[in-house]
């Protein structure tokens, strides 16, 4: 983990690390393959133009030969840190910490409809441990997990930086939150819990054929979002949603859709999630009202 400055001085020493695995150093050697063609191809036909009687080709396979050709293809079989450099940008893009965090729990919820069983350590475990780094801001706005990743648009291999959660809403709630209608706050900050997989696991548990049913309707997670219905408790951020919606977005190919829409209250022993309200609408065919009946009957217990 790392400020997202730093990886613009630590980039050739980034690039060199990489390369030592297979997989980045295939892909920097294909693309440094392509760039030492391009550039002989081009000086050929430069040369050719200016040359009588001699073609394109014959002209590459001499310069091929060159002293200069050679260096150009000794980047390629002993690339240096600078060589590497060139395939790798400093970082692909920012990504909100809220927004990155939904995004790894709706991979988690649909591992649990799939029926896949959880790992060591758990999905609880490792959230728990990121969320003390994201989920507001500390020594820095922007983090950058060493995490790489490979943008397919561009084919720029890379480091996503995470942007922390804004801290307008501090000053509201230093003046005790008077005067401003609460839902206006930006509130970008992570739930302490992952309460859309916790929703997920209760819906798995509560009847026992409800996955099976899901996965023949063709629906899976397709969205995830969260809102706090009280303002922050206690004076700390980690509490603003103690008290939660969280909306859960099951859909399939044909537009047919399940949407789960709980409230949950964090304020319980030991802070287990109690569902206070439960509601599933459905588009779709019947076979969709049904399925949303029986989720909301068995959840509702």
């Known amino acids: 983990m790392w400020n997202g400055r730093t990886a613009l001085a630590a980039r050739p020493h980034l ?4 390369a030592e695995r297979p997989d980045y150093a295939a892909y920097a050697r294909d693309r440094a393959t392509d760039e030492a063609r391009r550039e002989l191809d081009d000086r050929a036909l430069r040369l050719a133009r200016s040359s009588r009687g001699l073609t394109p ?3 590459r396979q001499a310069l091929a030969e060159s002293p200069e050709g050679r260096a150009i293809q000794a980047r390629v079989d002993t690339p ?3 060589d590497l450099e060139r395939h790798l940008a400093a970082w692909l893009g920012d990504v909100h910490a809220a927004d ?3 995004a790894w729990e709706l991979d988690a919820v649909a591992r649990v409809l799939a029926g896949e069983a959880d790992g060591e350590p758990t999905f609880a475990d490792l959230y728990a441990a990121a969320y003390r780094l994201f989920f507001a801001p500390s020594y820095a706005r922007i983090l950058t997990p060493l995490v790489v990743g490979r ?3 561009s ?3 890379g480091l996503w930086r995470i942007v922390l959660p804004r801290t307008v809403w501090i000053g509201w709630r230093k003046r005790g939150f008077e005067d401003v209608e609460y839902q206006r706050i930006p509130m970008d900050l992570v739930p302490e819990r992952p309460l859309g997989l916790w929703l997920a696991e209760r819906l798995v548990s509560a009847h026992v054929d409800l996955p099976d049913r899901l996965r023949a309707a063709g629906l899976g ?3 995830l979002a969260y809102e706090s219905l009280v303002k922050p408790r206690h004076r700390d951020p980690g509490r603003a949603f103690a008290r939660s919606r969280v909306t859960l977005r099951l859909a399939d190919a044909r537009d047919g859709e399940l949407v789960l829409i709980a409230d949950l209250d964090l304020d319980g022993p030991a802070g287990a999630p109690a569902l206070r309200a439960i509601q599933v609408r459905s588009m779709g065919d019947s076979s969709r009202t049904e399925l949303a009946s029986t989720i909301e009957q068995a959840l509702g217990r």
């Open 15 to 18: 690039a060199a690390a990489l």
């Open 57 to 59: 080709e014959r002209v």
């Open 80 to 82: 240096g840190p600078r």
């Open 100 to 102: 990155a965090f939904r």
């Open 151 to 153: 943008d397919p648009a």
């Open 155 to 157: 084919g720029a291999v």
């Open 221 to 223: 997670p397709a969205n």
